[in-house]
T-cell receptor, first 115, second 110 residues
């Protein structure tokens, strides 16, 4: 799976949009971009994923550049509860042959949302 | 619907003792995983399973064994615990897309 690069930390004011960048310049055509977050010492929580189109769900938006070498996770209105470590991961799709596609976690971006 | 349940939540072992961590999922997922997380670091994959009766090594398998006798359960065993195995252990399960994680087991080996 391709490696990702994220800034170690970011700050965001409550109510503002949090834009978390991720570089994945060696991504392959069949690799998805996944975002997870880990609040305090809890288990990681899935946020969103995409292949090449931009995606949006109730938690966030994912913007993937046209060349797919980088992406941005957007939390449109950050709250204090969004303070967490955010992980950007690339992952090959699971195949019908049963090959599990493992997630490789880096150290992520520690997002601090402040009043 | 409990999702992914890990037991125990906390455990303290002495060097050389053995123990088994249990992971149970109720989502009928084929794939299950065991990760460890050391302070200030990301998660590292220990072992994983693509189905009942099958297991495979991950990034850091040494010192651990696993078994998947039932689809819903994935056991992680430490035969002879070492202080280097002090960590937080997370189990996860997945279908073809997203992983669901348990709340973790904090293990200390003295």
């Amino acid at each position: 799976d391709a490696k990702t690069t994220q800034p170690p930390s970011m700050d965001c004011a409550e109510g503002r949009a949090a834009n978390l960048p991720c570089n994945h310049s060696t991504i392959s055509g069949n690799e998805y971009v996944y975002w997870y977050r880990q609040i305090h010492s809890q288990g990681p929580q899935y946020i969103i994923h995409g292949l090449k189109n931009n995606e949006t769900n109730e938690m966030a938006s994912l913007i993937i550049t046209e060349d797919r070498k980088s992406s941005t996770l957007i939390l449109p209105h950050a709250t204090l509860r969004d303070t967490a470590v955010y992980y950007c991961i690339v992952r090959v799709a699971v195949t019908n042959t049963g090959t599990a596609s493992k997630l490789t976690f880096g150290t992520g971006t520690r997002l601090q949302v402040t009043l | 619907n409990a999702g992914v349940t890990q037991t125990p939540k906390f455990r303290v072992l002495k060097t050389g003792q053995s123990m088994t961590l249990l992971c149970a999922q109720d989502m009928n997922h084929e794939y299950m995983y065991w990760y460890r997380q050391d302070p200030g670091m990301g998660l590292r994959l220990i072992h994983y399973s693509v189905g009942e009766g099958t297991t495979a090594k991950g990034e850091v398998p040494d010192g651990y064994n696993v078994s998947r006798l039932k689809k819903q359960n994935f056991l992680l065993g430490l035969e002879s615990a070492a202080p280097s195995q002090t960590s937080v252990y997370f189990c996860a399960s997945s279908g073809r897309e997203k992983l669901f994680f348990g709340s973790g087991t904090q293990l200390s080996v003295l």
